[in-house]
């Protein structure tokens, strides 16, 4: 009778405990509880998810670092070959990334002005009835440098503009010719040529040019030429 008792005694200690294993496997909701450790395929294809992101937004930055640097080295080459065929000389601009001198001493250049003082005595009408509305045309060894505005139904005004030339040529060897010429709406009169050579000149400044047609005396125009050094930035 004792061991009878025993047993069904211990059976019903193994069911308590086996219904305490069941009741701590759910949650208190009566939902399964979350998995303490991730599976470990799903973690490395995560790992390898969160690499291959990072790959890509660090080549996406040396793509763009790459190319601003190329735009930056495009940017400088421009610069200094328009300086180099501007001035002429290589060294005002040595410092090729930054396309700037490296000296802060101002750099100076001469350059020649040629300045157009009057327009005096027109005698030579090209419209019937009406004065010229006159301006000149400048010219050095054939290349134009630039025309005056004109002036509206004058045969004398004054005129004062000036035009710059730089040029690797002797000075003494340019030779200026002036075209005066009376502005009209279709196309512009010719009044008149005039001639300054630099080389049979002793003075430059506030000479008359005599301006002529077909022989014939028509006009003179007041100019001077001289030289003025201007900073190179």
């Known amino acids: 009778m004792g ?20 009741q701590n496997s759910e949650s208190p909701t009566g939902e399964e509880a979350p998995a303490k450790v991730e599976n470990e395929g799903d973690k490395e294809e995560k790992e390898v998810e969160e690499q291959h992101e990072g790959g890509e937004e660090k080549g996406e930055e040396e793509t763009l670092r790459d190319e601003k640097e190329e735009e930056d080295r495009e940017v400088s080459e421009v610069r200094n070959a328009f300086a180099a065929a ?22 100076m250049e001469a350059v020649m002005r040629v300045t157009i003082h009057t327009i005096e005595g027109i005698t030579r009408d090209t419209d019937v009835g009406t004065d010229p509305d006159p301006f000149v045309e400048i010219y050095a060894n054939r290349i134009l440098l630039g025309a005056t505005r004109p002036k509206k139904d004058s045969n004398t005004c004054e005129v004062d503009e000036s035009f710059f030339i730089k040029t690797k040529t002797d000075p ?62």
Do not use: C
Not at 3 to 21: C, I, P, R
Not at 86 to 94: A, F, S
Not at 99 to 106: A, C, D, N, R, S
Not at 184 to 193: K, P, Q, Y
């Open 172 to 233: 003494q060897n340019i030779k200026l010719r002036f075209s005066l010429k009376d502005k009209d709406h279709m196309d512009d009169d010719v009044i008149g040529h005039g001639y300054f050579d630099l080389g049979e000149e002793d003075t430059t400044n506030d000479q008359i040019v005599h301006l002529k047609w077909k022989g014939k005396e028509v006009g003179v125009i007041k100019i001077s030429v001289d030289f003025q050094n201007v900073v190179i930035v």
């Open 86 to 107: 501007i001035l002429g000389d290589d060294r005002y601009v040595e410092n090729v990334d930054a396309g700037l001198p490296k000296t802060t001493e101002k750099l």
């Open 3 to 22: 061991n009878s008792n025993s047993k069904d005694t211990l059976a019903v200690e193994q069911d308590g405990l086996m219904d305490n294993v069941e």
